[in-house]
């Protein structure tokens, strides 16, 4: 790839960035705002071997990617919200089956078909709870077409390396933004491949070695010969109804996704702020620019981003609570991540809200007028 300054779309950065990762297969349904990202995967794909399917729906799309990648092929698909919904029982198969997946959720504004044009963030407790059951999953927010590069590539390699689907949960102003980007040659960034069985030993399925918490993965067709299934199962796939193996294979998928090296978030001058605003994906642009601006008029204003928004930054919130006068959570939503916020401060400090749903996205100068607000009360 190119080393030079490009226009480009943020819809177009997450497929190069998957490209970059490895990416040999897309299948997935048209959604506005995500359906430039099928385009150009079916456009870029056969250049480098891949194989890109345009199936009957979404809830096809997905359950198609998670059959190549168990023979072996990096996959994605993209949606949103709607399509999202759809795709919930796949996804939860593909956590009990641990099987490796990039899913891109572009959102716009619901429920249903909603406002399908203008952006939203209200996909944020969807991306945690749509599936049943005590689901595991990671889902990571940019706010920027060079964030949405890396954080594609960082997607897969966290699905490879923890054998899990990862949501890349982006909006449709970061989706259609067009930005400068300088793309990285090829070998720049580090990507991960899944590992495979060990060549000493009989093959596992879903056995781990002494301490890993991540099974090894043998493709379909590498002359393993084992079980899927999304049913609690035994080491070796099949279904099992011991309620002992159900506890240690529950909590075995919790805590591989437990790792420091997962939780990934930004902060900007929260050493010594006394009011926070906490956001991210395309709301956090406009509260850096006006904890910039602020902070030129001598107000002590930081802004903490979640870029892993799940697992969420706990002992960054927790530690952040316990000594700022406010926390505002500021989302294009009626009050989602404010709840987990919430949570989690355990009454340290107020934990507020700023948001809305109408597709009207929060401005600078609505922040400024926050924290104008909460200074001028004191």
Known sequence: MENKALLMQGNEACVRGALYAGMKFYS??????????????????????????????????????????????????????????????????????????????VQRGGPSTGLPTQSAQGDVMQAKWGTHGDSAIIALSPNSVTETFYLTVRAFNLAEKYRTPVILLTDEVIGHAREKIFLPEAGEIETFDRLGPLEDRPYIPYGVEEGDIVPRFAPFGTGHRYNITGLFHNEQGFPSNSQENAQIMLQRIHDKLNGEDIIDFESLYCDDAEYVFLSYGSTSRSAIAAVNQLRKEGYKVGLFRPITIWPSPEKQIKELASRVGEICVAEMNLGQYFLEVQRLACGDTKVSHMGRANGDILVPEEFVARAKEYFNER
Request: proline share 6%.
């Open 28 to 105: 997935g349904y048209p959604i506005t705002p995500s359906t430039e990202i099928a385009e150009l995967s079916a456009e870029y794909l056969p250049t480098v071997g891949g194989t890109f399917i345009q199936m009957e729906d979404e809830i096809a799309g997905i359950a198609a990617a998670i059959g190549a990648s168990i023979a072996g092929k990096k996959s994605m698909t993209a949606t949103s919200g709607p399509g999202f919904t759809l795709k919930q029982e796949n996804l939860g198969y593909a956590v009990m089956a641990e099987i490796p997946l990039v899913i891109v959720d």
